[in-house]
């Protein structure tokens, strides 16, 4: 195989891994800037993936799968935010729980189950996947994928243009001052919660129905903490989170592709430079105080 | 929420008869917690029965496992001590404010140290030992140390570096295994590196009881309850604790009193990494280890000990008694696993108790309207305090 | 400008009562606010005013009572409604948040599309017409306190609220920008018919600025009145219930003190024996100089008072002075001694004890006990090398709380549990235990009932009698007046000028608090 060859390859797996990652980034993001600290990413994605795969066998719909994911990343939100942010349960301790629960369901559950393997469809770009080294990677993909086209700009006009957005980023900023505006904090939260459900739910159950066909144990296996280090590695920001995504997907491609290639890289380097990379941008950007200024706080009315 | 405010023994009898009369909100919470905890278990049976198993016969089996004979209890009390290493590691930070997530890292790190010790050092025999232990204590506690000093120096949020600090450990952990420090046939027979160290040598390990070959417990079991009373009565009864305290409860008021805040948060959360680093020396140098160093070593005794904190409400002595449940689910879960059913039912069954007893101060918080009341805040909160962000 | 008391007022709240747990904040409340007019409420701190505001802006919901917006009765159940119904509200602690613009925040609480154009014009448009230039491309926090409160003013108008309520707008302002806000006020009830509710505690401003007034004492409406036909005096009298003296107890409600003859505070006595001595003290955050090269000296037994407009550097010269913030430059004696600022508690150890300005930020901890707030400063006295000794702790406790009367259920009790006032006293008495040379009174009286703030002031002239210097940090000019022998003048972090108190007037010292020399 030619260099060429290997980079079409390594660059299509590498954007294959980022477009879970992508997904779920768009939700962690929007639930941050509302000051939503959400650890519980993991365990969206991960109860997404198993519920899509089964959901895909039972009804033998690959797409029903992953509207289940999405669902079940609806409700891994849902009760996350009425833990954290109605009933005022540390949010990380909150994740934690939630993280651990969904683990040792999945994993019972994949172990005591059986389930068909299913997958939904390629769709690829005509004359556009012909294009050298990046045709393979952007236009041929499977179909769930070029939703991102789609929510990528919904999430950063929701954000940055909404009024809805206004208010998420008013409550991550002064919860304060928003609840004196009038804004209803706990609710503003809880659906910025709900959001970055449905969209790790869709990055989790892509992960199943979508690149890999099937469901194993601990399947995500800290991609939900990889996306929220992209989102700090991004300094809350969405082109630069999305962009960290890619960076992370690329390193994950190439430490399951350089061994065959003969090429001896540290595999555990690759697998902790998200983690790395996410501490040395905390580093780098700690004292701009680039991160919403709420985040991870918990609001109470008449706490000053 | 605190360890014991400084009390004389007079006072004592009339502080626990207090809260042997919880008030109403008292009965509200308990009555809750045992409806939840029920609920929890419901949901277990549910779920067992709808996978084709026995409920009963998984009781029956993690009772077998853990409790029911000399080799179950002391297969219990050996889970126990890392456990409760772990949870008062966690009460001693949380009292200072801060809210270390990382343990399962430290841990690892902790046996790290603890095994690179352990192959290089050729010391006599009970020496060796305490070496490696005190080696693994401060492999856990330089890797807190390091998210004490990102947040020191750089502001870096001490949940978010402790929680990202793991991954890298455990990382850290499989690469170290593989190098000549701590294999030294570095390729196994297929020629593929194996994944674990060489074995410790016999004098690095904590001996069983003497005579009694069944009686696994060893030191480690003391050394988990020595340091948790002796937690509890440091933070409760001497100047530093009382340091340590307020600190937790109001950083600027403690500083402005002569404490140096920055350096003894950051201490304690080195010490609560140090007890996470132990519990891993003590899981590497246990009598049913396999004694070599793997990335798997900790398996989730981070994760679990922060959970016994957290049911625990970060009070040392009432970890003992968490710490004991939590070791009977893991020890009843091995047992159980080898029925049939698989281990990870025990994993569900922990996550709903701790919601089970989390909850409910929260949620009668909720019920009650809560509003002009003060909040109840079961943990210390402020991973980066917004007061001395503003001041420093 | 005489009010018209027309059929029907723009706004009637008829028997509000609002209660929290077994605290009544309003007792069945009357208002009756015309079109046209500036309305004062006055009322000591826990008198119900911000209670019934909150009713009114739809942030809390009334337990009975009826609201009669123009003559119809309303719900008022949210912010929005109350918003629609032309009620808004300029907040004394702003509401204004920091990561976002002007525009961002003036669009906070509309609803429907954000349109940056509309909103942009509508500051504008507000701007010009009422004079108040803001810029609505600027971040808040790049913003001065003074800008600030503009923009909450333009924010506020922009709704074009029939009914404006401000809370104690002025706490942050210089006297000429207060003229400047009055001015804006007097056109929007004047010319454009709206009416205007003005919450403030100085007796002063509520006389000079509204049309007429209502005291509330207690959660209970105790007076009203057109404030033409009143006087501070008898204004004064309703919001305490009984007869105040217009000396001290008139500085407490805002008066100024009739005459300060006392003796030996001349202001020149004793100035040689300096016990706590700033020089060139600067402090430097986020490349702002928010404290610039600072002297003053407070002398043995005298009572210095440092008087300026919120914002103006006072909170980071208690932060300094508290050992919180290390200054940039400058020194600090105590008692002659230069400290060493960056070792924690040097300050302390020196001799310097400080009720900082919000105490529960660096003052107690709440969730401690009265007997532990009361000796952590003293540790050595209470404790051997290593463990602490109970029985001292609560002798030492019990000593000082007699003494300084801190009513208190138990010395076990969480400071948590205390009155306002008895909060206050736990940090005074602990920061004047052991060998106190000079004490920092930081907004001492803020947020006390006039009972405690006369406590306060006797306390403060207690010590100073005892020898104990005392720098007095306040924003009431009323009370440095009353106190103080010695004034100096901070504005935006400089001393702006001294004077003796013989020769202060309220004009002078509102040259200096502008910056202008006096």
């Keep these: 195989m030619s260099v060429l060859d290997n980079t079409t390859t390594i660059l299509a797996s590498g954007v294959r891994l980022t477009v879970p990652l992508a997904f779920a980034a768009c939700g962690e993001y929007l639930a941050q800037r509302a000051g939503a600290m959400n650890i519980s990413v993991e365990a969206m994605m991960l109860g997404a993936a198993f519920t899509s795969i089964a959901t895909a066998s039972a009804t033998g719909s690959a797409t029903t799968g992953l509207a289940v994911g999405v669902v079940t990343g609806l409700v891994i939100g849902f009760v996350h935010g009425n833990l954290s942010h109605r009933a005022q349960i540390n949010t990380f301790v909150v994740g934690l729980v939630l993280n651990a629960l969904v683990l040792g369901l999945t994993s019972y559950l994949i172990t005591t189950q059986q389930f068909a393997s299913h997958q939904v469809g390629v769709l690829s770009i005509p004359l556009l996947k012909d294009i050298p080294l990046i045709g393979q990677a952007l236009f041929s993909g499977r179909w769930p994928a070029y939703l991102l086209i789609l929510l990528v700009p919904l999430t950063w006009w929701l954000v940055d243009r909404s009024r809805w957005g206004l208010e998420l980023r008013a409550v991550g900023e002064n919860p304060q001052a928003a609840d004196v505006t009038g804004i209803k904090v706990g609710v503003r939260r809880r659906q910025a919660l709900l959001w970055c459900g449905a ?100 609001f109470q009315r008449g706490s000053t | 929420m605190r360890a014991a405010p400084t009390m004389a023994p007079d006072d004592l009898g009339r502080r626990v008869l207090a809260h042997l009369r919880p008030g109403r909100d008292g009965w509200l919470t308990t009555s809750l917690t045992i409806v939840l905890v029920a609920v929890a278990l419901g949901v277990s049976a549910l779920l067992l029965t709808l996978t084709g198993a026995s409920p009963s016969a998984s009781l029956s089996a993690i009772w077998t496992g853990s409790l029911a004979n000399t080799t179950g209890w002391t297969t219990t009390l050996l889970n126990a001590a890392p456990l409760l290493l772990v949870a008062v590691g966690a009460a001693i930070c949380a009292s200072a404010g801060t809210f270390n997530i990382g343990q399962e890292g430290q841990v690892l790190i902790g046996g790290l140290f603890g095994a690179w010790v352990g192959l290089r050092l050729a010391l006599p025999g009970p020496m060796l030992v305490v070496v490696v232990m005190a080696a693994a204590a401060v492999g856990g506690g330089l890797w807190a140390a390091l998210s004490a000093l990102m947040y020191r120096f750089r502001g870096v949020n001490v949940v978010v570096s402790t929680l990202l600090m793991t991954f890298l450990a455990i990382q850290l952990v499989t690469f170290a295994v593989s190098t000549p420090w701590l294999q030294e046939s570095a390729q196994g027979s297929s020629g593929i590196a194996d994944a674990q160290s060489n074995p410790l040598p016999a004098d690095a390990l904590l001996g069983g009881l003497g005579q009694y070959p069944s009686m696994q417990l060893n030191a480690g079991l003391f050394l988990a309850l020595v340091a948790a009373v002796g937690v509890a009565l440091v933070l409760s009864r001497s100047r530093w604790g009382f340091r340590v305290r307020m600190v937790g409860l109001n950083p600027l008021t403690a500083k402005h009193t002569g404490v140096r805040v920055a350096a003894l948060g950051g201490f304690t959360l080195a010490l609560s990494g140090a007890f996470a680093g132990l519990a891993g020396g003590l899981l590497l140098a246990s009598p049913v280890s396999p004694n070599r160093l793997q990335a798997g070593l900790s398996d989730n005794v981070g994760w679990d000990g922060l959970l016994v904190a957290l049911v625990a409400r970060n009070r040392p002595l009432i970890a003992i008694p968490v710490s004991f449940g939590f070791a009977v689910l893991r020890a009843g879960g091995d047992f159980l696993s080898a029925t049939g059913v698989p281990y990870y039912l025990v994993d569900i069954v922990k996550a709903l108790l701790v919601l089970a007893f989390v909850a409910p101060p929260l949620l009668v918080g909720l019920l009650r309207g809560r509003r002009g009341a003060t909040p109840p805040t079961p943990f210390p909160l402020p991973a980066v305090p917004t007061k001395m962000k503003a001041a420093v | 400008m005489t009010p018209t008391t027309s059929a029907v007022p723009i706004l009637e709240l008829r028997g509000i009562t609002k209660s929290y747990g077994s605290v009544t904040a309003c007792d069945a409340v009357d208002l009756r606010v015309e079109a046209g007019e500036i309305h004062g409420l006055l009322g000591e701190n826990g008198a119900g005013k911000s209670s019934l505001m909150k009713v009114l802006l739809g942030l809390v919901r009334r337990d009975t009572g009826t609201v009669l917006v123009r003559g119809e009765e309303v719900a008022l159940d949210s912010p929005q409604e109350a918003a629609e119904l032309g009620i808004g509200m300029v907040h004394q602690h702003f509401s204004l948040i920091n990561g976002l613009t002007v525009w961002e925040n003036v669009a906070l609480g509309d609803t429907g599309k954000v349109n940056k154009q509309a909103v942009c014009d509508g500051i504008a448009e507000v701007s010009a017409r009422y004079g108040l230039p803001v810029d609505p491309e600027a971040r808040v926090d790049a913003l001065s306190a003074g800008e600030r409160q503009r923009v909450e003013v333009v924010k506020c108008l922009r709704r074009d609220p029939q009914i404006l309520i401000l809370d104690e707008p002025t706490s942050v302002l210089t006297q000429a920008e207060s003229q400047e806000l009055f001015a804006v006020l007097d056109r929007v009830v004047a010319n454009e018919g709206r009416a205007v509710i003005l919450i403030s505690h100085k007796l002063a401003e509520i006389a000079q600025a509204t049309d007429r007034v209502t005291v509330l004492r207690k959660g209970r409406v105790a007076f009203r009145a057109v404030t033409s036909d009143t006087t501070p005096q008898l204004l004064a009298r309703q919001m305490v219930g009984r007869e105040v003296s217009l000396g001290e107890e008139g500085a407490a409600l805002g008066l100024l003190p009739v005459q300060q003859t006392r003796a030996g505070h001349d202001g020149a006595h004793d100035r040689q024996q300096a016990v706590l001595r700033l020089a060139g003290l600067t402090v430097v955050q986020g490349g702002v100089e928010v404290l610039g090269s600072v002297d003053l000296t407070v002398g043995a037994g005298e009572i210095v008072g440092l008087y300026g407009v919120e914002g103006n550097g006072q909170s980071i010269l208690g932060d300094v002075l508290a050992g919180l913030v290390a200054p940039t430059e400058g020194t600090i004696e105590v008692a002659g001694n230069r400290v060493d600022v960056t070792r924690p508690g040097a300050l302390s150890k020196a001799g310097l004890g400080i009720v900082p300005e919000d105490r529960h930020h660096s003052g107690v901890v709440l969730d401690m006990s009265v007997a532990e707030n009361l000796t952590m400063k003293s540790l050595d006295e209470v404790s051997g090398r290593f463990l602490l000794r109970r029985r001292a702790t609560l002798a030492r406790a019990r000593r000082l709380a007699d003494e300084f009367n801190i009513v208190t259920p138990s010395l076990d009790a969480p400071v948590r549990s205390l009155s306002g006032g008895n909060q206050q006293r736990v940090v005074l008495a602990r920061e004047l235990s052991g060998d106190t040379r000079v004490l920092v009174a930081a907004q001492p009286t803020h947020g006390l009932d006039v009972g405690a703030i006369e406590d306060m002031y006797a306390r403060l002239r207690r010590a100073a009698d005892e020898g104990v210097g005392v720098l007095l940090i306040s924003t009431e000019l009323e009370e440095v007046m009353a106190l103080a022998s010695w004034i100096a003048v901070i504005s935006s972090g400089r001393i702006s000028g001294a004077l003796p108190v013989s020769e202060a007037t309220p004009e002078r010292l509102g040259m200096l608090v502008g910056g202008e020399a006096a």
């Design chain 1, 199 to 298: 969209l790790a739910g869709l990055g989790g159950a892509y992960l199943a129905v979508g690149e890999v066909g099937s469901f194993n144990q601990n399947m995500t296996a800290g991609r939900g903490y990889i996306v929220i280090a992209a989102v700090i590695f991004g300094a809350w920001r969405l082109g630069r989170t999305l962009l960290g995504c890619l960076v992370f997907g690329l390193s994950d491609a190439m430490r399951l592709a350089l061994p065959a290639l003969g090429v001896t890289l540290n595999a555990q380097l690759l697998v902790a430079a998200p983690y790395l990379l996410a501490l040395l941008a905390m580093l780098l950007f700690a004292t701009q105080h680039r991160e919403p200024a709420a985040l991870g706080r918990p």
